[in-house]
């Protein structure tokens, strides 16, 4: 596997062929919304209205169209509408090159031995999350995220492997696998006793699994580094990221050399680290300790030392950064999701915003509650009104 890609300085993914849009939404029993169907053109999507009037779940509704559990990382059962049948649906409809795609995102009912989200593509169903890829690519800033570089090292983690499955669809497999692999080990260290050859089997296994989780992430943050380096733009309102991975594992992917020599010094790590492992109830080494550390580009300073609106810009230029990414690397810009993106920028901070979104040439979703923060979009969005689980298209 390899990210590699030629970036040009003065390309423009404005013009892209591959657009994929949102043209219909369909939703039963989501959230606060009954029933809702949506008809929507290829413009970026801003939907106004009061808090709690149900935004933030449309946007939701959009993410789970993505591999993972969107962007609140909520459970099944918790997207139910109250006082409603106890299941839900989301349908949607992407218009693309190649014509129209339906995609259907439902919740198990109460008969299926399956207690995961059910998906459905063409009408088909499809076993892999992953194979939602193939169609669109789907990114979100919130504000719950305004936070990450101030925050634990988990956040950036979740954070990074977003970034890094949007450019390799096995990224979340791999990151489950070795999540589930190395609880297994760590039940083992309980024992007692417990048998070497099983335990040197699942430690093998942790570091083919840790290794390429490893090397996904240096390659996809060497990569977004050299985009961020070629477009940079001292003046502009978004400053630049500096980007670097902390961890071992991650140490050794970025040295080089062949992966089976890193798997054996992970499995060898592993090996030596069981006493400490099981006093600490928990395994010490490995991607799962890894940390994305982000300095503020212009001033040179740690971006958790930025002042709360300069984190904001920071993360806001990675998250514009990693889209373009995407477009360049996929020939098909995302659809970004963007949610009380408007409510903490100035009026420059917010045209250079639309300007931008215009240039990746995909579709956004925008949310807020005063409209009049969208209008330098002009016609280049469609304005929805949001009420009390309705939503009605602005005149």
């Known amino acids: 596997m390899s990210l590699a890609i030629a970036i040009n300085e003065h390309a423009s993914v ?14 039963v029993d989501f959230r606060n919304y009954a029933e809702l169907d949506l008809r929507l053109g290829a413009e970026h999507v801003v939907l106004v209205g009061e808090n709690g009037a149900g935004k933030t779940n449309l946007m939701e509704a959009v993410s789970l169209l993505s591999p993972g559990r969107g962007l609140r990382r909520a459970t099944i059962e918790s997207m139910s509408r ?3 049948s106890g299941t839900w649906t989301v349908a949607a409809a992407l218009s693309g090159p190649n014509g129209e795609t339906r995609i259907g995102i439902g919740s198990p009912n109460e008969a299926s031995e399956l207690k ?6 063409d009408g088909e169903p499809v076993r892999a999350a992953e194979d939602l890829i193939d169609h669109l690519h789907i990114l979100w800033l919130t504000p719950a995220m305004d936070g990450l570089f101030a925050g634990p090292a988990s956040e950036r983690r979740r954070f990074l492997d977003r970034f890094v499955l949007a450019l390799d669809p096995k990224h979340a497999s791999r990151v489950s696998s070795f999540e589930k692999t190395m609880r297994g080990r760590n039940k083992l260290l309980e024992e007692d006793r417990f048998d070497e050859a099983w335990l040197s089997a699942i430690e093998t296994q942790m570091a083919e699994i840790g290794v390429a989780i490893a090397s996904a992430r240096v390659e996809a943050v060497a990569c977004l580094a050299r985009l961020i380096a070629a477009t940079r733009d001292d003046a502009s309102p978004f400053p630049f990221a500096e980007l670097a991975l902390e961890g071992e594992i991650e140490a050794l992917a970025a040295a080089g050399g062949p992966s089976g020599g890193i798997e054996d010094r992970y499995a060898e ?6 006493r400490r492992d099981k006093a600490a109830g928990r395994t010490l080494d490995g991607p799962h300790r890894a940390d994305l550390i982000v300095d503020h580009g212009p001033k040179a300073m740690p971006a958790a030392l930025s002042s709360t609106g300069e984190q904001k810009a920071l993360l806001l230029g990675l998250v514009l950064a990693h889209a373009r990414l995407v477009a360049e690397t996929h020939d098909r810009p995302p659809i970004l999701l963007l949610d009380e993106v408007a409510a903490h920028l100035d009026a420059r901070r917010r045209v250079a915003l639309f300007e931008r979104l215009n240039e990746l040439g995909g579709q956004c979703w925008m949310t807020g509650t005063d409209v009049s923060a969208f209008r330098p979009l002009g016609r280049k969005a469609q304005i929805l009104e949001v009420s009390g689980g309705r939503v009605r298209r602005e005149d």
């Open 14 to 27: 404005r013009d892209s062929p591959a657009k994929v849009s949102v043209s219909a939404l369909h939703l």
């Open 269 to 274: 790590m592993l090996r030596e680290g069981r």
């Open 116 to 121: 995961s989200r059910q998906i459905r593509i």
């Open 82 to 84: 109250t006082s409603g």
